[in-house]
């Protein structure tokens, strides 16, 4: 059995802040939301769980999820 890992790029993202901002504005259900509602997402608790449940590098050109 091979262990085939998958490495996810987050370009010109140089934090996790940037990695959570980037993977919402690519997230379709997130956009079909009201700008009213996003206002009220919480982006700091969001970033803080994308980096407790994975690994990141910072590269020049941006971030790796390893």
Known sequence: MQKSE???FYP??????????YR????LEFSALSEKR???FNL???AHELEEKGRY???NN?????
């Open 6 to 8: 998958e490495f996810l």
């Open 12 to 21: 010109e993202c140089h934090n996790i802040m940037d990695v959570a901002h």
């Open 24 to 27: 919402l504005e690519h997230n």
């Open 38 to 40: 996003k206002k009220y």
């Open 44 to 46: 700091e608790a969001y």
């Open 57 to 59: 590098a910072v590269c």
């Open 62 to 66: 941006g971030m790796f999820k390893l």
